[in-house]
């Protein structure tokens, strides 16, 4: 009788034993997930993976984030770093405990903090490695940005209306020696003389 009991005693701590370690691998196996904070600043709603987000959304990583013309975003991924979407981007956003990542589909991103450098990829193709406080531009929104600021080609009109605005003031002072007749033939009587 007394072999049976420490068979059972051996079994059941052999069993505990398995079950412990089973649990612990099934812990270590486990990944936390990274996570962001999204600020956005406008009055307009920002979206994530096209539904509307409020203020203080968690992002997680594949994230796709579009800012409206009138609202900008900062997506805060703690010790990880920072980053500002400007208004009119959309940027498909990755990130882990090693760095930033994304694809830079219209509109501009700037690296407000980070651990690592950011590694952005612009619709042109181009992969681009920021620092804090550098940004990254796609250049459908930069050709953009350059016609409304430069105002499109039509600046050449101004330049030519201005040049013969300068042109004839330039003409009228060299000309008939600097005569000027102002009221015609008429008589100016001096009250003081």
Not at 16 to 32: D, L, P, R
Not at 55 to 70: L, V, Y
Request: charged share 15%.
């Amino acid at each position: 009788m007394n072999s049976k009991v420490w068979i059972r005693k051996a079994l059941s701590m052999c069993l505990t034993v398995a079950i412990i370690a089973t649990y612990s691998m099934v812990a270590f196996a486990g990944t936390e997930k990274v996570a962001g904070e999204l600020l956005v600043s406008g009055k307009n709603v920002v979206t994530v993976n096209g539904e509307a987000a409020q203020n203080g959304r968690s992002i997680f990583s594949s994230s796709t984030i579009a800012t409206p013309a009138d609202a900008s975003a900062i997506i805060n991924l703690g010790k990880i770093g920072k980053i500002e979407l400007a208004p009119d981007t959309t940027l498909s956003l990755s990130f882990s405990e090693k760095g930033i990542s994304g694809d830079l589909v219209s509109g501009r991103v700037t690296v407000l903090s980070a651990s690592h450098a950011v590694s952005i990829k612009t619709a042109e193709g181009k992969v681009l490695s920021l620092n804090v406080g550098e940004s990254a531009l796609s250049n459908a929104s930069n050709n953009n940005a350059a016609q409304n600021s430069s105002g499109g080609h039509s600046w050449w009109i101004w330049g030519v209306v201005f040049g013969g605005a300068i042109a004839g003031i330039v003409y009228a002072a060299t000309q008939d020696n600097n005569r000027v007749a102002l009221g015609g033939g008429t008589t100016v009587v001096s009250p003081t003389r």
